[in-house]
């Protein structure tokens, strides 16, 4: 991404809330950005990570001090697929350019489960029922805010299971971040 580009990308922070977890995307589900999701998901472009990340931060929430980032897994078939985890790499990409912050993937894939891509709003949250299981090895929280990390929010399930998977687990989800907003209301 040439820096025309970057400085040009539109950022319109738009607040959104998940199962009582206030979070944010900072652009609708543009042609843009949908260019610059797909080029890191599907083609492999991991260096536009860094500038994903430098597109957040600019006007990070004051209200979300020295936060620990946790990524969404991605189905076991698309890491098997890609070789790496796009919102881990986010949400490292994140956690160096927040001063204090730092991530733990908290979260792992229980099992195999279908693309999200092409399924309605009901078939989402089916699809996500149950997929996530919490991982809380050498991890110390020290009542730090957990944000979660992901790339896009369509329907909201994902957001929905990961924030249920970890309040299971006894943590709190502060808030979340997403690239896009792709439909949801």
Same mark, same amino acid.
């Given at each position: 991404?040439?820096?025309?580009?970057?400085?040009?990308?539109?950022?319109?922070?738009?607040?959104?809330?998940?199962? @009582?977890?206030?979070?944010?995307?900072?652009?609708?589900?543009?042609?843009?950005?949908?260019?610059?999701?797909?080029?890191?998901?599907?083609?492999?472009?991991?260096? &536009?990570?860094?500038?994903?990340?430098?597109?957040?931060?600019?006007?990070?929430?004051?209200?979300l001090p020295t936060p620990?980032?946790?990524?969404?897994?991605?189905?076991?078939?698309?890491?098997?697929?890609?070789?790496?985890?796009?919102?881990?790499?986010?949400?490292r990409a994140l956690a160096?350019?927040?001063?204090?912050?730092?991530?733990?993937?908290?979260?792992?894939?229980?099992?195999?489960?279908?693309?999200?891509? @092409?399924?309605?709003?009901?078939?989402?949250?089916?699809? &996500?029922?149950?997929?996530?299981?919490?991982? &809380?090895?050498?991890?110390?929280?020290?009542?730090?805010?957990?944000?979660?990390?992901?790339?896009?929010?369509?329907?909201?399930?994902?957001?929905?299971?990961?924030?249920?998977?970890?309040? &299971?687990?006894?943590?709190?989800?502060?808030?979340?971040?997403?690239?896009?907003?792709?439909?949801?209301?």
């Amino acid at each position: 991404m040439c820096l025309n580009c970057k400085e040009g990308f539109p950022i319109s922070k738009i607040p959104i809330r998940v199962s @009582g977890v206030s979070g944010f995307a900072i652009s609708e589900y543009t042609p843009d950005a949908a260019v610059m999701i797909n080029s890191i998901k599907e083609k492999g472009l991991t260096s &536009l990570i860094p500038i994903v990340a430098e597109l957040i931060v600019r006007d990070w929430p004051d209200g979300l001090p020295t936060p620990i980032f946790v990524p969404l897994p991605s189905s076991p078939a698309n890491m098997k697929k890609r070789g790496y985890s796009h919102t881990a790499l986010m949400a490292r990409a994140l956690a160096r350019r927040v001063i204090g912050a730092s991530t733990f993937e908290l979260l792992r894939s229980s099992r195999s489960r279908k693309d999200q891509v @092409g399924l309605d709003t009901h078939e989402r949250s089916e699809n &996500l029922e149950g997929a996530f299981r919490i991982n &809380l090895r050498r991890h110390r929280l020290a009542n730090r805010p957990i944000v979660l990390v992901d790339d896009v929010l369509t329907s909201g399930a994902s957001m929905a299971s990961a924030i249920q998977t970890l309040s &299971l687990g006894g943590l709190v989800v502060s808030s979340f971040c997403v690239l896009a907003k792709a439909g949801f209301k």
